[in-house]
């Protein structure tokens, strides 16, 4: 279930995603949400490293490997960055 300010874009092999989510609370801000999930590839990882990831998951109930927070100006940059990429022939 995505809440609104939020995108999730599932990688074309189906085992990470990206979450961008920009923070609503209370009042929207222009401060984004960048996360990275895991969901696969690794070679039978420890139960540490699996006890982490459920613990993560119950706390905040995402998945997220890592996340980079952008103010307005950085997501304005990978915007543009986006957009002139897709626009080339």
């Given at each position: ?19 961008f989510e920009r923070d ?24 540490k490293w699996q006890l ?31 957009n002139n990429e897709l626009?080339?022939?």
């Amino acid at each position: 279930m995505t809440k609104e300010g939020e995108l999730h874009i599932e990688c074309d092999c189906h085992t990470h995603a990206l979450h961008f989510e920009r923070d609503c609370e209370p009042t929207p801000t222009d401060t984004w949400y960048v996360s990275f999930w895991q969901r696969g590839y690794y070679d039978s990882p420890d139960w540490k490293w699996q006890l982490r990831c459920i613990w993560q998951i119950l706390k905040t109930g995402r998945p997220y490997g890592d996340e980079v927070i952008l103010g307005r100006p950085q997501m304005q940059e990978l915007f543009d960055y986006v957009n002139n990429e897709l626009n080339k022939k």
